[in-house]
């Protein structure tokens, strides 16, 4: 996945310079080839050799960092990126997994999925951060509905959701129920199934964290983990599974999506 989306970074920058890559190739002194090869995923060039083809296209400094970052990575299964005080405003890497997933299977232990949360419940998430710059609150909230998009999509989607997370007045009364109401909405989707994982359910499989399983149609399975600054994307496949573990694990002590809408409605009342 990472070395696609390095591909078509660079496949884009070379495009921008609105030259042929034969044209781009023999600005930096390459044989087409060459150039073909690396937007391939094939290799043949070094990191300071891409720096200088980035140059080259004069690539904004942000997509070259960005670029140069995926080039050092791919092929390291598993990648882990700092993002300094806090997570960016739309984490570029997740968004393009989220895009392409063919299935999307997500346990959140203390807060709503972000394609869950109506605007109002995002904007009390981000409130309560206190990594997140005040100037971009309203910036971040319009990011995470562009992500719901993926939701609207071909993407089947399976929350399993903590009963306390839906109990918790995140935002207060008002807000909380407005995003009942929501949830009730999304549920009755056929692509979206909520599982609610009761209070009484005891210790279970997901105690041991949040994440987000993602499966394609043409490439291996992720997992993602997001922390207050900084995520990891897991691709070895040994420990993929053993997250698809932990989702057996949760679907015998999480109620059914009928029942999951039975309780949704429930804490309307």
């Not at 996945?1 to 600005?27: I, P």
């Not at 609207?152 to 129920?177: I, Y």
Request: with cysteine; proline share 4%.
């Amino acid at each position: 996945m990472r070395g696609r989306e390095f591909g078509d970074g660079l496949r884009a920058a070379v495009a921008a310079t609105g030259m042929t890559s034969r044209k781009v190739a023999e600005l930096v002194g390459w044989q087409e080839a060459k150039l073909s090869d690396l937007i391939n995923g094939k290799g043949g060039a070094n990191e300071l050799e891409l720096a200088l083809l980035l140059g080259a296209c004069r690539t904004p400094p942000a997509e070259r960092d960005h670029l140069l970052s995926l080039f050092t990575g791919t092929g390291v299964r598993g990648w882990w990126q700092e993002h300094g005080a806090c997570a960016p405003i739309s984490p570029r890497t997740l968004v393009e997994h989220e895009r392409l997933a063919e299935k999307l299977v997500s346990w959140q232990t203390m807060l709503l999925h972000g394609m869950l949360q109506t605007s109002d419940y995002t904007r009390a998430v981000i409130a309560g951060c206190v990594n997140a710059p005040a100037d971009e609150r309203e910036e971040r909230v319009a990011a995470r509905a562009v992500r719901q998009e993926a939701l609207s999509g071909g993407m089947k989607s399976v929350f399993f959701v903590p009963e306390a997370v839906l109990l918790n007045q995140v935002g207060g009364p008002a807000v909380m129920r407005g995003q009942l109401e929501h949830l009730a909405a999304l549920a009755a989707r056929p692509s979206v199934v909520i599982r609610v994982v009761p209070l009484d359910a005891g210790a279970h499989a997901g105690m041991a964290g949040s994440f987000d399983l993602m499966t394609f149609d043409r490439y291996e399975d992720v997992v993602f983990l997001e922390a207050e600054n900084s995520s990891l994307i897991i691709e070895a496949p040994a420990a993929v599974k053993a997250y698809a573990r932990v989702v057996e694990g949760l679907e015998p002590v999480a109620l059914d999506a009928e029942q999951s809408k039975e309780l949704i409605k429930k804490l309307l009342t």
